[in-house]
């Protein structure tokens, strides 16, 4: 059963019938899936309860550019898409890593946001890891589902704890229940800022990461109006905008 529930998560998405620039436009929403408890990306605003974030902002910059309403969908990030799969939303906007086994399933947009893997390590750890290799015999936290995960696995050797939300995986690796942990850098940057916890940057351990915007393959219509508007926010300045109300810096060109 699980096996045929990993299978069925990534079997590559079929075309709907009307390309879905169309299927949006009759609508007159997107519907944007997220995960919601990843900031500074996507996460709730304890103040006012809504959506806030850096991707909240991208999806509805666009969806203004493309003449259409927002409408978020959250879920969890190891559904998130199977969901897609399923026709649950039109996209996902949630830092969604562009890498050849997910080009098989789905399109992209042109790369939004780059960011690279970024080690976390308590204030008084005395190790220094270097690269993942040296965290073998060692307990490494990392988001379920994520890429990040997919990297850790990959090095024989290493105990992977994987958590389906940042704050426990900080919380576990604080209280010295994981050695380190793994994370986008950008991410792991704004939880550094804002925590109140034991613990700091540790080395940057991997190559860049292009970020993306995927959707149902067969929809070339829709590709190009998302890759027009996507070039047209750049070209304007309002997606640097952006990027700087989040990190202070343009994080929407590639370093």
């Keep these: 059963m699980a096996a045929a529930a990993l299978a069925a998560a990534w079997a590559p998405a079929t075309a709907s019938a009307a390309d879905l620039l169309a299927t949006v436009k009759a609508r007159g929403t997107l519907k944007v899936a997220l995960e919601g408890t990843y900031?500074?990306?996507?996460?709730?605003?304890?103040?006012?309860?809504?959506?806030a974030g850096y991707d909240v902002d991208v999806a509805r910059l666009l969806a203004a550019r493309l003449g259409l309403k927002v409408e978020f969908v959250s879920s969890e990030w190891a559904s998130i898409l199977a969901g897609l799969s399923a026709n649950k939303y039109d996209v996902i906007i949630s830092q969604v890593g562009i890498n050849p086994k997910r080009e098989q399933a789905f399109d992209f947009s042109t790369p939004y946001i780059y960011s690279m893997p970024q080690l976390i390590v308590r204030k008084d750890e005395k190790a220094v890891y270097a690269s993942l290799a040296d965290l073998k015999g060692k307990k490494l936290g990392v988001g379920q589902g994520s890429v990040y995960e997919q990297q850790a696995r990959a090095v024989p050797g290493i105990d992977v704890r994987s958590y389906a939300a940042a704050p426990d995986t900080m919380s576990d690796l604080a209280s010295g229940r994981l050695d380190a942990a793994l994370n986008d850098s950008l991410m792991s940057a704004y939880l550094l800022k804002i925590s109140k916890?034991?613990?700091?940057a540790g080395a940057r351990v991997g190559a860049v990461e292009r970020m993306g915007i995927p959707f149902h393959k067969g929809n070339p219509e829709f590709k190009a109006a998302l890759d027009k508007a996507l070039a047209a926010v750049a070209a304007d300045g309002s997606l640097t905008a952006i990027s700087i109300k989040w990190f202070g810096t343009d994080v929407s060109k590639a370093p």
């Design 197 to 200: 916890l034991p613990i700091k």
């Design 39 to 51: 900031p500074p990306f996507n996460y709730k605003d304890q103040k006012t309860g809504q959506l």
